[in-house]
């Protein structure tokens, strides 16, 4: 099928920097990026693109470039669905948090009312490509909902897992290390990998079978986030032995088997998939009754839970046992540099324990604002509103966030941290003054000169 007019549902993290990468290397396909959130639609469509919903180097030179060229955003969604010959559905799919499968599996009701939408409105041959990362097997309930129409226009589902990370998504897609097709009809195939193909080369565009590009996708995050939990593990070893865990992430790391990347140990992995991904994982495992599978996967988020929480714990029992009433500055809220996104980031579970334990939180991130702050730590219920205000606050400047603090917590490892005047944060926080570097981040010689009491991960 040729191509002329493409729609993706979904202006999210994913849809939003895929699409405007495909526009730009496509510049003959229209592409018309739709969500049913206004809001989100609006600050797309912001003449100032400073304002993007989504904070990712080099996007924003990507959308000016493209944007009323063949780069749409709308939230007229149905007539872009009719209008387009290929459709990407890009929603979310979050953990379950109602229901069977509550906590563990992927909420798929997006990409249904995706799929009936698409089934209500299309009039003519279409193309449903999977973006948004779903369970193996789902390419056939959509199927099934697109085949029980009652007309006779044909679709074509096609799997395709977008791989980037935040923080380095255009380059990633600029870059792919490979693009993951899989469905049954060439045709289809071909039509997609011709999109990607005017700018990577064919050799790293993969063909398979839809079960296998859906597994895929679950498969390399589990895998990535695993090597994460494994040097994590190691880091409490190492503070036990007086083993230096970067030390040894690097003497693994330069095994040709093992590779340097992913081995960096943290204070926990966050963002919005790696644990949706691997607890919907887990939970197929369990309903294919393969418990040792499930087991075995089950353990990269238990050791990730343990690693936020004893970050926590050890900063209370270096703070003589108690923080009740004391300040504690957050370096960091993002779950990593470079992007604005705060989902499942370490800094909420962290700063969560901390209150609980009636500590005073001042957090400073460049990019992420006190109300997400706010409403990072409301959607955990833990307590209330007012209280949560009272209790933690965005800060203007680092300096403020650490003037008078008892302790500063690195909770992203944004490279501005390492510019700072630390000499002046060290004269302007009470006394001892702590850091507890959840990233590894600052040198700790550097910081001991100066005169703080520093404490990293694993070493
Ligand atoms: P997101 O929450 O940023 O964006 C999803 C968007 O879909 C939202 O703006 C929402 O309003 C919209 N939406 C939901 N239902 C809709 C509907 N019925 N009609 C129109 N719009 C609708 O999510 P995201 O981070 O972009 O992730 C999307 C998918 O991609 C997920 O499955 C995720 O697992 C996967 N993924 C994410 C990343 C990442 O780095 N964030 C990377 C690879 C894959
Ligand atoms: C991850 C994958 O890297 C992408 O390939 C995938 O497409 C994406 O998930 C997804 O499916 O959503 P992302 O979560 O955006 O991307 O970012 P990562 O760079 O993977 O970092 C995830 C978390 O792990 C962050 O909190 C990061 O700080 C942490 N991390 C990463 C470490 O603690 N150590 C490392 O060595 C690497």
Known sequence: MKVTKICCIGAGYVGGPTMAVIAKNNPNIKVTIVDINQERIDAWNDSDVSNLPIYEPGLAEIVEETRGKNLF??????????ESEMIFISVNTPTKTYGKGKGMAADLKYVELCARNIAKVAQTDKIVVEKSTLPVRTAQAIKSILDHTGSDVKFDILSNPEFLAEGTAIQDLLNP??????GESEDAIESLANIYGSWVPQAQILRTNVWSSELSKLTANAFLAQRISSINAISE?????????????KAIGMDSRIGPKFLKSSVGFGGSCFQKDILNL???????NLQAVADYWEQVIILNDHQKRRFADNLISTLYNTVSGKKIGFLGWAFKKDTNDTRESAAIYVADHLLNE????????????DSKIQSDLNYLNTRSEEENSKLIQGSATPYDALKDAHAVAIMTEWDE???YDWKKIYTQMKKPAFIFDGRNLLDKS????IGFEYTSIGQ
């Open 282 to 288: 887990v939970y197929i495992a369990r309903s294919y």
């Open 358 to 369: 009636q500590a005073s939180i001042a957090v400073y991130d460049p990019k992420v604002s």
């Open 177 to 182: 290390d490979r693009v993951l097709i899989g």
């Open 417 to 419: 941290f390492k510019t």
């Open 73 to 82: 955003f709308s939230t007229e969604i149905n007539k872009a669905i009719d």
């Open 446 to 449: 550097t910081m001991e000169k």
């Open 237 to 249: 070893l190492c503070e036990k032995t007086e083993a230096n865990v970067d030390e040894v992430a």
